[in-house]
């Protein structure tokens, strides 16, 4: 039989194999756990925040750093297809057991931070679906998601939650953006950098959820977790990479468009909206009665599955970090995952009650602070010929990688400067 009928022949002299419209879909899930980790309630608020506040100014801000996250999990992507160990411990190997352990311990603490508005938004959301107090809600969500985290195919599980979760998300919001009718030609001024006065905390939080480190860090190890090889790469590119990551950009995008048109922004830094009541009324206006519904649907999606993806990624990291292994079965795993989850029950039921939506973008900004040195080992490990072979990165991978990482750090910075005035 020729080669041509069984497939191609790729660049790397591997015979990629033609497959169906069903077998190609079936290769999504790993970008979309990502991307579902990074489109959490942080995000969500955020991005109201960021249009009530500054109206379409900062339209800019997500779609550089979504084409940023695109380039560094798709480094992430081939590392997981090169590698033949898991990424934390390929740091371990190249840098000393000691980084591995830094990298690992940074990525749990991010989980920590995004534990926390995760636990508030779920709790949130639950309680404007159903009724109730939300924190009754956060701890029903905790339980469900715990649950899930024991099962024993944990992570194929994980993976078609996160699927129909990020389907309801876009659904959710793509309706929401049909409704309102935002002004397009002010949307398209905001692709000019700007950064309006008081804007630095909303935008620090953008950028920590829409150019995640640790997320991009993560999708490695669903990569080797799904047996990915050098043959599957163009495939997964495009049927799970490109719209893993770019879903949650445009999802964003479209929050902040509807927020900006609904409260007629720019508001101003002290208007901005700072309270649940306020964000449920983003879509009010503009579908009834029935769209504060819209919004708590999409808001639980979005809280729910970024709850899941969040713990299961920092329970399998900080476990592979200590040579545990790098399987959501484990029992390591199992236990940091669930020292995860309570954490953010712990810290909504101490101070969740006071100002909520302050709680989730103030534990949304500080992820920034581990992402540099996850954004370094990322560039250099996947620019590394002896290691990655011919998916190496190229020369415009390369500098953009740098770029990402100049950017993580540069925020990191701002953030730093902000403590201490």
Not at 171 to 188: E, G
């Amino acid at each position: 039989m020729s080669t041509q009928s069984q497939g191609e022949v790729t660049g790397t002299g591997q015979l990629t194999p033609r497959r169906s419209i069903w077998k190609l879909l079936a290769m999504a899930g790993p970008a979309f756990v990502v991307g579902c980790w990074g489109f959490g309630p942080g995000n969500l608020t955020t991005s109201i925040q960021a249009g009530s506040g500054f109206g379409y100014a900062l339209v800019w801000v997500v779609v550089a750093a979504t084409v940023l996250m695109l380039v560094i999990a798709d480094m992430s992507v081939r590392i997981g297809i090169k590698s033949p160990v898991s990424l934390l411990t390929a740091v371990k190997q190249r840098f000393g057991t000691w980084v591995g352990y830094l990298a690992g311990g940074a990525v749990f603490v991010i989980t920590l931070m995004f534990s926390v508005g995760n636990a508030v938004g779920s709790g949130l959301a639950l309680s404007m679906l159903v009724g109730g107090p939300p924190l009754f809600g956060t701890i029903v969500c905790t339980i469900a998601v715990a649950t899930l985290l024991l099962l024993r195919n944990v992570y194929t599980m994980i993976e078609k939650v996160m699927l129909v979760a990020m389907a309801l998300m876009a659904l959710t919001f793509v309706i929401s953006a049909v409704v309102a009718k935002p002004d397009w030609w002010r949307a398209a001024e905001g692709l000019i950098p700007t950064v309006p006065a008081g804007s630095t905390t909303v935008v620090i939080a953008l950028i920590g959820t829409c150019l995640s480190a640790n997320a991009a860090f993560f999708t490695a190890y669903g990569t080797q977790e799904r047996k990915r090889t050098e043959a599957d790469y163009r495939d997964v590119t495009v049927v799970d990479t490109i719209p893993g990551i770019a879903a949650p950009g445009i999802m964003t995008t479209l929050v902040i468009l509807v927020a900006a048109k609904v409260f007629n922004g720019p508001l101003g830094a002290e208007n901005m909206v700072s309270t649940i009541a306020g964000l449920a009324q983003v879509f009010e206006p503009v579908a009834g009665t029935v769209g504060t519904w819209i919004f708590a649907l999409g808001y639980f999606a979005a809280a729910f599955s970024a709850m899941t993806a969040n713990a299961t990624a920092g329970g399998i990291m900080l476990s592979d970090a200590l040579g545990h292994g790098a399987s959501a079965s484990t029992k390591t795993a199992r236990i940091f995952s669930g020292i995860i989850l309570t954490w953010g029950v712990l810290i909504t039921a101490i101070f969740g009650g006071k100002s909520p939506v302050a709680l989730i973008v103030l534990a949304q900004s500080l992820t920034v602070l581990t992402a540099p040195i996850l954004a370094f080992l990322l560039v250099y490990l996947s620019s590394r010929a002896d290691f990655m072979g011919n998916l190496r990165n190229r020369w415009w991978q390369v500098a953009l990688g740098i770029t990402a990482f100049g950017v993580v750090f540069w925020f990191w910075i701002q953030l730093i400067i902000g403590f201490f005035n």
